[in-house]
């Protein structure tokens, strides 16, 4: 098992840019989520889905949109990337919500 | 609302004891304490349920007193392997999204 994955590992983006940060788990778990962590916030909730065809919004969400078309990719689309979005973003999954979280590596992204 | 944990951080010399706070303003069903290393993503430590069960599998402990909405997380005779930020995350009813603390930073010296 791979766990979770993401990709890319680092990403530099110019204002006003657009792109899809990709996430896939392989546990076959329902839950997925995506945080973004900035220092001295802890973890903020962006998006997350209670399985294929169902997202909900978290405490951060302006500015991002996700889709969950398959069990497996909770992909995140940033629409018109902003210097206020640089953060490390990391995705998790768990069987259920309020279940063990298991965390991808995490997406570096620096907007310029 | 995000749990306040305490203290933000603390440094110890090896084999030290440590106790990581972290509160909330609501009742809670559950908490959730996750260690993260520098560079790394966060790794599970310990659940802990209304009702006083506990599933973990690290030699870690804690307590979560359900009256006082507060958990506490005790690292013991504390390892170089300690060393990172330690989050809470809770939920306030079965099946509600978790809700991360700051995180509390524990450095363990040599």
């Known amino acids: 098992n791979a766990g979770v994955t993401q990709t890319p590992k680092f990403q530099v983006l110019k204002t006003g840019q657009s792109m899809t940060l990709q996430c896939a788990q392989d546990m076959n778990h329902e839950y997925m989520s995506w945080y973004r962590q900035d220092p001295g916030m802890g973890l903020r909730l962006i998006h997350y889905s209670v399985g294929a065809g169902i997202t909900d919004q978290g405490e951060v969400p302006n500015g991002y949109n996700v889709s969950r078309s398959t069990t497996e990719d909770f992909p995140l689309r940033l629409l018109s990337a902003a210097p206020s979005q640089t953060s490390v973003y990391f995705c998790a999954s768990s069987e259920t919500v309020g279940e063990t979280q298991y965390f991808g590596p995490g997406t570096r992204l620096l907007v310029l | 609302q995000q749990p306040v944990q305490s203290p933000q951080a603390v440094i110890l010399r090896e084999g030290e004891d440590a106790v990581i706070n972290c509160s909330s303003s609501k009742a809670l069903y559950s908490v959730h304490w996750y260690r993260q290393k520098h560079g790394e993503a966060p790794v599970f430590l310990m659940i802990l349920l209304k009702g006083g069960e506990q599933k973990g599998h690290e030699k870690i402990s804690a307590s979560f007193n359900e009256k006082k909405q507060q958990s506490s997380l005790y690292l013991t005779a504390s390892q170089l392997s300690y060393s990172g930020t330690y989050f809470c995350?809770?939920?306030?009813?079965?099946?509600?999204?978790?809700?991360f603390g700051e995180g509390t930073q524990l450095t363990v010296n040599p």
């Open positions: 995350g809770t939920e306030e009813t079965s099946g509600s999204r978790l809700t």
